[in-house]
């Protein structure tokens, strides 16, 4: 696995998922509120609202709910006020790991992200410390049933794609935020099956960890997402098939 998706593919690999449906739905309506109130609620000219109703209709999540998140982001029901918020640090051997938050209160979030990095083998890092070797990018995995590397290749690069990168179970395709949209649509007019679409913080390198060192990155990263205000999980993390197959 290339280090460009790798704590996705970690996360599917172990088959992670969160405990409570509420807390899934809950994150979701979030997103979907500050998308709503920073861009409209017409999913068709908001790209951000559209990937975020998407996520949460993958997620099963009832559409009641999904239109009265958007309601609540455009104003026309009352709700709370989130801000976004992010975070950096480092794990055990140096992992930077980047924290993207929607909260209601930065008094209650910074101090429990803090006490997480500290009680979980990491430590806190100054704005840019961390993220300076990340960017951020268009990410499309592709599954590779039914299709070839090639084929995926021709409709990816064509619709204005930077990169296709061969994963064990997806082509994974790398865009331009700005282009994400247009290479997604393209994609799927192709015939393809989209496992996952997102915007996300692809890191520049990775750094490999193994043994005790894993095993702790794992627990860090997977207890800062179970948060309530955690929207997203960044890292550089790498670990090997074999090594996560022991953990």
């Known amino acids: ?50 990937l975020a109703v998407q996520k949460a209709r993958e997620n099963s999540m009832p559409a009641d709910n999904i239109k009265r998140a958007i309601q609540r982001g455009t104003g026309e029901l009352e709700g709370q006020s989130f801000e ?18 929607l909260t209601d209160n930065k008094n209650r ?49 064509e619709a204005g794609a930077e990169d296709v990168r061969t994963e064990e179970e997806s082509f994974d395709v790398i865009t331009n935020p700005g282009d994400f949209e247009q290479v997604r649509q ?9 496992l996952n679409a997102e915007v996300t913080m692809l890191p520049q390198s990775t750094l490999t960890l193994t043994g005790h060192e894993a095993e702790v990155a794992i627990r860090l990263i997977e207890t800062l997402e179970d948060n309530d205000d955690v929207q997203n999980v960044y890292t550089n993390v790498d670990i090997s098939d074999e090594e996560l197959a022991g953990l």
Request: with cysteine.
């Open 1 to 50: 696995m290339s280090g460009h998706s790798k704590w996705h593919n970690i996360r599917l690999r172990k088959g992670k998922q969160d405990a409570e449906r509420g807390k899934i739905f809950t994150k979701l309506a979030r997103e979907i509120i500050v998308a709503a109130r920073t861009g409209g609620g017409n999913p068709d000219s908001n790209i951000r609202l559209r």
């Open 84 to 101: 976004e918020v992010t975070y950096e640090g480092y794990g055990p051997g140096g992992v930077g790991i980047i924290v993207s938050c």
């Open 109 to 157: 979030t910074y101090p429990e992200i803090r006490n997480i990095f500290s009680k979980t083998g990491g430590r806190m890092a100054e704005t840019g410390a961390v993220s300076w070797s990340f960017d951020q990018r268009g990410l499309i995995s592709v599954s590779r049933e039914g299709t070839t590397e090639d084929a995926v290749m021709e409709a990816a690069i």
């Open 186 to 194: 393209a994609l799927e007019t192709a015939g393809l099956k989209i």
